[in-house]
């Protein structure tokens, strides 16, 4: 009961809070919304008893990488009039329309897609133990790829950094 | 569900029951480092205590001052600033476990509110959280001192959160375990286990990082009067501004907890295991009071000895009476009582729950103990200059952060 509860304020506030990210103006207020959002997706994480990648979830995106997204956009100062709404025009009509329709038909197939109950998860699932096995075990290729990877980014931005 | 509600609020009373009384410490201790009295003028009926009722005095003038909100500030997120600011530093109290756990009907009681296994993880995550605030509020301000000191505060938190992460993680490794009980449990009483003696240098890097997260000297950047008037809070009047101050306080007492719960042992008395605690909890309790009525009577008979009549020609000249005597008639009563009672009898409850009392009273010393470093080197050393802060957080604090997180793994696995 009280589960149920916390999933519909939870994902209630996730979305909420992404609407408002979208229909605003100042970008600094978006990123705020968006990490409101983080913070709704990082509780229903814990919901599905993953604690550890709630944590993360705030920790990396909301605590990090939104921290610099806010740093740089009040670094770059926009001025009032550069923030306007976008007009709405007749291509621009066409685009949402084609895209609302294909979402309709891929909801509707989706629910078509009859319920199965998911299996109860064992004992320890989603805690540290259990996902930094996992990692280093069964996944330690993609693991390692995506740390290459962002080393990869890391030493890009160094270079596009010193050019000037 | 009261038991929680409990757990919950105590804590949290607790620490801000703290804050005025740190305040007034800083006060004090500032004054007699640089060689004055301190603040001692507030006066009720003449009755000053020292300066204690300057605090009163603040809360009364910063509840009842006028609450000004500039015209062209971002209003929704001028508000939300010092609430975002007060909340991170409160809510990390949650995980942190004030004595050891004691066995009721068969359950376990812990003594923190929430025992998450990803306990240093949630604290990180909240401290990270808290530089929203202190961002949101020199933007919103529409200032540039505030724009500049945010600016200036995030850059530098987000520098040394790398460096705290890392001290971090050398713990976790001698530890093995992200629940702050199971890394307080390793230490053990034994003092050559806490972790400071075993990786003092992830304690001092820790030490720096937590300076530098709670923004108090040498690492106040972000509010450098000289450069910056105030740095993010210039706009905020009142209780938001008072707010942003008791925020600084509740992060300083935060981060005495967890060196302390990380470092030194947590709740763990010197030389003295759980085990040790709980049986010898009677002749334990007899001493403990004893000790505490001699204490009484030594600070009394201390205050009582600086009355001299005419010292100050008015009311102060009985303050010393006032507390003195209360003081050693406690002690004298307290001393008496014991040695007149003899030993005490204490069930199995009553054993687990000495021990406990004693031990969250330990944590409790230890902690105030950081509080007052806190202060005594906001005292004692000058402030950063902002590129010797940059490059000391990246180029120093990092790589060292990397050599200690190498040396423990290596330990570890030799």
């Known amino acids: 009961m009280s589960e149920i509860f916390l999933f519909y304020l939870f994902g209630g506030l996730s979305v909420l809070m992404t609407l408002l990210m979208i229909f605003q103006t100042n970008p600094v207020a978006s990123a705020i919304y968006l990490v409101g959002a983080f913070f709704g997706l990082a509780a229903l994480y814990v919901l599905l008893s993953a604690p550890f990648v709630a944590v993360l979830q705030v920790l990396v995106y909301a605590g990090a990488i939104m921290v610099l997204f806010t740093f740089v956009i009040m670094l770059l100062n926009i001025r009032k009039e550069e923030l306007v709404y976008d007009r709405v025009t007749w291509r621009k009509t066409a685009v949402v329309l084609t895209a609302l329709f294909f979402a309709g038909f891929l909801i509707w197939h989706f629910l078509k897609i009859p319920v199965v109950p998911f299996a109860p998860v064992e004992e320890g699932f989603g805690e540290v133990h259990k996902v930094g096995r996992l990692m280093f075990s069964k996944y330690l290729i993609p693991f390692e790829l995506t740390s290459v990877l962002l080393l990869v980014a890391i030493i890009g931005a160094l270079v596009l950094g010193k050019k000037e | 569900m009261l038991v929680l509600i409990l757990k919950i609020l105590i804590p949290f009373l607790l620490i801000f029951n703290l804050l005025p009384l740190l305040i007034w410490v800083e006060r004090k201790g500032s004054a007699y480092i640089q060689d004055r009295r301190g603040p001692n003028r507030a006066s009720f009926f003449g009755i000053r205590l020292g300066g204690l009722l300057h605090t009163i005095s603040d809360v009364i003038k910063l509840i009842t001052k006028e609450d000004i ?215 334990g309790l007899f001493m403990v009071l004893l000790a505490h009525g001699v204490l009484f009577m030594i600070i009394g008979f201390f205050l009582l000895g600086k009355f001299k009549s005419g010292k100050y020609g008015d009311k102060r000249d009985y303050e010393v009476i006032v507390i003195g005597l209360p003081m050693t008639v406690i002690g004298l009563a307290l001393g008496l009582y014991t040695l007149l009672h003899g030993s005490f009898q204490l069930g199995d409850m009553g054993r687990q729950v000495f021990a406990a009392v004693l031990q969250f009273g330990v944590f409790m010393a230890k902690i105030l103990f950081f509080c007052w470093v806190f202060i005594w080197i906001r005292w004692t050393l000058p402030r950063f200059r902002y590129d010797q802060l940059m490059h000391l957080g990246w180029k120093v604090m990092i790589p060292l952060g990397l050599a200690s997180v190498a040396g423990t793994a290596i330990v570890m696995v030799l």
Request: charge should be negative.
């Open chain 2, 69 to 283: 909100i500039p015209a062209h500030v971002n209003k929704p997120f001028f508000i939300l600033a010092p609430f975002l600011v007060l909340f991170v530093a409160c809510v990390t109290y949650a995980v942190i476990p004030f004595a050891h756990p004691i066995e009721i009907n068969g359950g376990i009681f812990t003594f923190q509110a929430a025992d998450l296994n990803v306990g240093i993880l949630y604290i990180l995550a909240m401290s990270s959280l808290g530089v929203f605030g202190v961002l949101l509020a020199g933007w919103s301000s529409n200032n540039k001192y505030s724009l500049l000191g945010g600016l200036r505060s995030s850059a530098q938190m987000f520098s040394y959160e790398i460096a705290m992460g890392l001290a971090l993680l050398s713990v976790l490794l001698l530890g093995g375990s992200l629940e702050l009980s199971a890394l307080i449990d390793d230490q053990t009483a034994a003092v050559w286990r806490w972790n400071f003696i075993r990786n003092p240098l992830a304690f001092i890097l820790f030490l720096t990082a937590v300076f530098a997260e709670a923004n108090r000297l040498p690492f106040d950047l972000p509010e450098g009067e000289s450069e910056l008037v105030a740095g993010y809070h210039v706009e905020y009047s009142s209780m938001k501004f008072a707010m942003f101050f008791m925020a600084e306080y509740a992060h300083m007492i935060v981060g005495s907890a967890l060196i302390t719960a990380l470092f030194f042992g947590g709740w763990q008395v010197p030389f003295l295991s759980t085990e040790f605690l709980r049986t010898n909890a009677e002749s």
